[in-house]
């Protein structure tokens, strides 16, 4: 048993979702992503979120996967209408229609009203069985009027798809000091990951996760935005697998709650996203036993978390670039 988890001082909502785990743990997790079968499997970004800077983390994942592992991506930014990245407009992801020949849709998101057009993009590329990777307010995917003919979305979609709903999280103020479960220590997405300390602070997850989740790394909640703090409250899964009941294609989800800009300058971080988008599309035996080669392709120094205008303004799509400027 891991020093770090107490299962003697958890409450018993923890106690309830290690019996559910267990109970469950035996169901074979088999998608139905076909990107094995791809000598360069194309992975599509869904990039729009208010507060996190994925504008610039998601590029930065893009460029590891497109140089250091032959991958095809495409990003689709939340633009405006003049074709300025704007992660404040909900309804709009640029060029969704590549989730027509994607392996894999990563989705970075929250808050979105995406327009009848784009949501059935999206749709269709569940239904199809499609791999899904998630990160952090992707919990928060959907903010539909309550009235609005898909308004069940808001709940729904997160918790069936990702794994998990919003409920609510450890503060700002704080952090989050990230382990590995003892019994899955093995698992290919883990292999070269090593604890970390994330600045993410950490969401509540267990007793609320769906049925079918298997945790692979779990978080306890540091006081201060530093690696020392004290740990307070109850450990957390942050991160893990889960196989999509047939309603929503019945495909693999690799999810994690941890997504802050700042957390992706962690080495473990980058291979924990890598490997588990290998693992979604159902590509885990090409992980090596010392895990995958993540090294930052360019530059990247993000903006910090938050509100408003705290992105960099008046950025387009092209001024994130794939390759390096001297690449042949």
């Given at each position: 048993m891991d020093k770090h988890f107490p299962y003697a001082t958890m409450h018993l909502e923890s106690v309830v979702l290690a019996v559910t785990l267990a109970v469950v743990a035996w169901i074979p997790l088999v998608g139905t992503a076909v990107a094995g079968d791809h000598e360069r499997p194309h992975i599509v970004f869904l990039i729009g979120d208010r507060e996190y800077r994925s504008e610039e983390s998601m590029p930065m994942l893009a460029s590891i996967l497109k140089n250091r592992h032959g991958c095809d991506v495409t990003l689709c930014f939340s633009v405006s209408k003049e074709g300025i990245i704007d992660p404040n407009r909900p309804d709009h992801f640029e060029g969704i229609e590549a989730l027509d020949t994607a392996d894999l849709m990563v989705v970075y998101m929250s808050w979105r009203q995406p327009a009848p057009g784009?949501?059935?993009?999206?749709?269709?590329?569940?239904?199809?069985?499609?791999?899904?990777?998630?990160?952090?307010?992707?919990?928060?995917?959907?903010?539909?009027?309550?009235?609005?003919?898909?308004?069940?979305?808001?709940?729904?979609?997160?918790?069936?798809?990702?794994?998990?709903?919003?409920?609510?999280?450890?503060?700002?103020?704080?952090?989050?000091?990230?382990?590995?479960?003892?019994?899955?220590?093995?698992?290919?997405?883990?292999?070269?990951?090593?604890?970390?300390?994330?600045?993410?602070?950490?969401y509540h997850a267990a007793g609320h996760v769906h049925p079918n989740v298997k945790p692979l790394l779990y978080g306890r909640a540091v006081r201060g935005a530093e690696l020392g703090g004290e740990h307070f409250g109850e450990p957390q899964p942050v991160a893990w697998m889960h196989q999509r009941e047939p309603a929503y294609g019945g495909g693999r989800t690799f999810f994690t709650t941890l997504g802050d800009p700042m957390d992706f300058h962690k080495e473990s971080m980058r291979r924990l996203s890598i490997q588990g988008m290998f693992w979604a599309m159902g590509m885990e035996d090409r992980i090596p036993v010392q895990g995958l080669d993540v090294d930052f392709v360019l530059d990247y120094q993000p903006n910090p978390s938050g509100f408003g205008k705290t992105y960099k303004p008046d950025m387009r799509p092209e001024d994130f670039p794939l390759v390096p400027p001297d690449a042949p």
């Amino acid at each position: 048993m891991d020093k770090h988890f107490p299962y003697a001082t958890m409450h018993l909502e923890s106690v309830v979702l290690a019996v559910t785990l267990a109970v469950v743990a035996w169901i074979p997790l088999v998608g139905t992503a076909v990107a094995g079968d791809h000598e360069r499997p194309h992975i599509v970004f869904l990039i729009g979120d208010r507060e996190y800077r994925s504008e610039e983390s998601m590029p930065m994942l893009a460029s590891i996967l497109k140089n250091r592992h032959g991958c095809d991506v495409t990003l689709c930014f939340s633009v405006s209408k003049e074709g300025i990245i704007d992660p404040n407009r909900p309804d709009h992801f640029e060029g969704i229609e590549a989730l027509d020949t994607a392996d894999l849709m990563v989705v970075y998101m929250s808050w979105r009203q995406p327009a009848p057009g784009q949501l059935a993009k999206i749709t269709k590329y569940l239904d199809a069985g499609g791999a899904v990777v998630g990160f952090r307010p992707t919990v928060l995917t959907f903010e539909f009027p309550e009235d609005h003919p898909n308004a069940r979305l808001n709940h729904e979609w997160p918790h069936e798809v990702l794994g998990l709903r919003w409920i609510r999280h450890h503060g700002s103020a704080n952090s989050t000091d990230v382990f590995l479960h003892d019994d899955q220590k093995n698992h290919p997405v883990l292999r070269g990951v090593a604890p970390f300390h994330a600045r993410s602070w950490l969401y509540h997850a267990a007793g609320h996760v769906h049925p079918n989740v298997k945790p692979l790394l779990y978080g306890r909640a540091v006081r201060g935005a530093e690696l020392g703090g004290e740990h307070f409250g109850e450990p957390q899964p942050v991160a893990w697998m889960h196989q999509r009941e047939p309603a929503y294609g019945g495909g693999r989800t690799f999810f994690t709650t941890l997504g802050d800009p700042m957390d992706f300058h962690k080495e473990s971080m980058r291979r924990l996203s890598i490997q588990g988008m290998f693992w979604a599309m159902g590509m885990e035996d090409r992980i090596p036993v010392q895990g995958l080669d993540v090294d930052f392709v360019l530059d990247y120094q993000p903006n910090p978390s938050g509100f408003g205008k705290t992105y960099k303004p008046d950025m387009r799509p092209e001024d994130f670039p794939l390759v390096p400027p001297d690449a042949p």
